[in-house]
């Protein structure tokens, strides 16, 4: 379970939103499920179809003319949905345009782009969600024609009860809040700078022509690393003066719902953890290295302040949990074993330090798989593999570096293959958890860095695919992602807009989706388990729709 329940939601007996049944507000069919936002031009197309067809036609969707015309296939049995699922495949049609697909005794789709550009706007969507997130400062942008802000929050933070050092006030303000709730924990911040990070370094050039809006970020630092380094600002407060860095700031129980700058009860630090320690290095070395072009001194400040946390680990080899008596909120408690191989990965990389690959490779060679199908904050050995494999330093182990690049490339494979066998081409096949929308978008990061070393068009569109399934080509016929494509969700568990009927939804939010069956979403803001949004589910769908910016 990613957090604790929240004893106070779970209690509330509120009127709950009703989930509006797919293609009713559209006028479209709820069978015909495909990417509401829309495709490639030269990738695949497909729309899963459940309910019996033989003809299928593209129409332009403003002039009605039909561009393309083509025969169903299957059907297939869909087991997690209990479903026969025909498809429909226009991969052959790349003329950019507006459409929608009328199948024959079916019905018609949702209107859909074909575009080079197409996942451009997404992609600036996503990211400035990451803004909006923002805690300690006022945020405000706009978004066709409306505004979504709040005002400066949480400028308190943090008590030092929690961890002996008395009624005393030490700086932690800054960073995303984490969640639908407004706490901030490093564990989760890790896999999330991580693939951030990732997502500059194989992609970067295209995310400096995405047009991001720089937010205020310093004059000469990409818009992109001004979002990242206002959480790695908030993470440099975190560190004890020993190199320890404490787990969390957090209330001791989740804060009501409202407003962040409303919230007002105490927040404290939590006592350090191995795992949080060993994020922290791993994060402010990758850092230090991907801001260097930019900022000297601060590349410094975080690469001195990964050292130090990495020593501090060496001089404690224990797996330490942190002392959460007294917390109710998110744990993010896990063994650090992927988190201390991640930390000396990029710090060897960032350092060329030869002590620091003695330490990766001996730790890599200790997993017999080098590589999770399914990852995230309680798995970061991937991100540190990952840094090994594309390095190009030399001292590398020869034969270690052909294991790595087998096991990406046969977890890639897997991946490919829970794909082919799955009726909406979902990339984590049958498997639903907790945020498994995230694990969803997480598959892109194995299959985009397989693409990388081992170019293979199913890997392409194998990502696409993992895209497509979040956008809308799911059971539902709906978009993931609150603000982008068709009908995607209005009552998300996110505090500013949490109880609060009619205000606007805010854009750029992956929620978590169903579990533990594929049919158990539902569009309503209590329903934690399933609506909740989180930055470490935001970042991989980052990750996924920077590989194929225009």
């Not at 949702?110 to 197409?118: E, K, L």
């Not at 407060?237 to 190199?243: I, L, P």
């Not at 409202?258 to 990758?286: I, N």
């Amino acid at each position: 379970m990613r957090r604790t329940l929240n004893v106070l939601l779970a209690c509330a007996a509120l009127a709950a939103h009703l989930t509006l049944a797919p293609g009713r507000a559209s006028g479209r069919d709820s069978a015909i499920r495909l990417n509401t936002v829309g495709f490639l031009p030269g990738h695949e197309k497909r729309a899963s179809v459940a309910a019996r067809f033989t003809d299928f036609s593209v129409v332009d969707d403003k002039g009605g003319a039909v561009i393309f015309r083509g025969k169903a296939s299957g059907p297939v049995h869909n087991a997690d949905t209990d479903e026969d699922l025909y498809v429909a495949d226009f991969s052959a049609l790349d003329r950019a345009g507006l459409y929608h697909l009328e199948v024959a005794g079916v019905g018609r789709s949702a209107p859909f782009r074909i575009s080079r550009d197409v996942y451009d706007e997404p992609f600036r969507t996503v990211v400035q969600a990451m803004y909006l997130w923002r805690c300690g400062a006022a945020v405000s942008a706009d978004v066709g024609g409306v505004t979504y802000s709040h005002a400066a929050c949480h400028t308190e933070d943090a008590w030092l009860d929690a961890v002996g050092e008395g009624h005393a006030r030490r700086d932690a303000t800054g960073g995303w809040h984490d969640a639908g709730d407004y706490n901030k924990y490093v564990v989760n911040a890790g896999v999330t700078v991580g693939t951030m990070l990732l997502a500059w370094g194989q992609f970067g050039a295209r995310i400096q022509r995405a047009n991001l809006d720089a937010h205020g970020s310093e004059k000469g630092l990409p818009a992109y690393l001004g979002e990242v380094k206002w959480e790695t600002d908030w993470l440099l407060k975190m560190q004890a003066a020993d190199g320890s860095v404490y787990h969390k700031v957090s209330t001791k129980n989740f804060g009501p719902a409202g407003q962040p700058e409303d919230e007002k009860t105490p927040r404290y630090f939590a006592p350090w953890s191995s795992a949080a320690t060993a994020d922290f290095a791993a994060m402010l070395a990758m850092t230090a290295r991907v801001f260097d072009p930019y900022d000297r001194a601060y590349s410094r400040r975080c690469l001195d302040a990964a050292r130090k946390a990495y020593e501090y680990l060496r001089a404690h080899p224990e797996s330490h949990r942190a002392d959460l008596r007294g917390f109710t909120t998110g744990a993010y408690q896990t063994g650090d074993a992927d988190d201390r191989l991640w930390a000396a990965a990029e710090l060897w990389e960032t350092t060329g330090d030869a002590a620091y690959l003695k330490d990766f490779e001996t730790r890599a060679a200790a997993f017999a798989e080098k590589f999770d199908l399914d990852w995230g904050w309680g798995d970061v050995k991937n991100l540190g593999m990952l840094t090994y494999l594309f390095s190009k330093r030399a001292g590398r182990d020869a034969a270690l570096v052909g294991q790595v690049r087998d096991g990406l490339i046969s977890t890639a494979d897997r991946v490919v293959a829970l794909r082919d066998a799955h009726g909406y081409a979902r990339t984590l096949g049958t498997k639903y958890y907790w945020g498994a929308n995230g694990g969803v978008a997480n598959t892109t990061v194995i299959l985009q860095s397989a693409n990388l070393v081992a170019p293979k068009r199913v890997y392409v569109e194998a990502a696409l695919d993992a895209i497509s399934n979040l956008f809308g080509r799911n059971f539902y016929g709906r978009s993931f992602v609150t603000g982008v494509g068709a009908e995607p969700p209005l009552h998300p568990h996110f505090r500013p807009t949490l109880r609060q009927p009619g205000k606007p939804t805010w854009p750029g939010y992956l929620v978590g989706g169903g579990w533990p069956r594929a049919t158990d979403w539902r569009d309503e803001d209590e329903n934690y388990r399933v609506n909740e949004v989180a930055i470490n589910w935001n970042a991989p769908l980052i990750y996924a729709l920077a590989g194929f910016l225009d």
